[in-house]
């Protein structure tokens, strides 16, 4: 049995806004760490934090940090395959600028845009259980909550899109997921918002050609628009 301890219980502020490096909310992904923490001990290994500016009108929600990425860096989608298209489409776009090097020390800046985990810690094999991403969900509803000039949210893969909707209290099969599609959600939590979901950007996905470049650029091509 683990005890709980949850958000920022040391700050003695912001309890839930995000989880605390030791947060063991879910038991499975809490041992998981501890065996990457003895293992790679010069890793971040911890719950991957937002990265990002503040007070975005974009925010990108990811899966979750991938176990020699975002888990290894500490940074969202910096250090795996994933990020490599991501970070170029959002320079390409305006949404960063500087250069992407793969190391959270690269001086990349994100512009007007933020990056989020569905789940924050990394789950193995990539495949966070339903009561991980429910239980996960508190957090993904402060990082929502805390961004007041959000007009676009681009949702990476499935499981984001979803947990998004749960998260706001949407119906998700009123809001089905589609390569593209853009739903238009009048939220009481936030502005009214432009949900844009995305294939993710996993190398899986580029590898089999579910996802081009071309597909992917569409998207923050359509998200740029929706900011104009
Ligand atoms: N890295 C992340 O931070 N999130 C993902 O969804 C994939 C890789």
Redesign the pocket.
Known sequence: MHPITCANEEDGLDHHQEPSKSCNLCPRLFDFRQINQTNHTDWFNAP?PSFGADDPQLLII?????LK???RTG??????F??IL?YQTLIKYGFAQGVFDERIDDGLKLVNCK?T??VRCVPPE?KPTPVEIKTCQQFLKNTLSAQKKLKVIVT??KI?HDSLLDALGFKKSLYPFGHESIHHLKTTMLNDIVLISSY???KYNTSTKRLTEEMFHKVFEKASFFLK
Do not use: E, K, W
């Open positions: 991957v990811g899966l979750a940090p991938g990425g975002a888990n940074r969202p989608f910096t250090g795996d994933a990020g991501l990056i985990n569905a990539n990476l893969g984001a993710h950007c996993s």
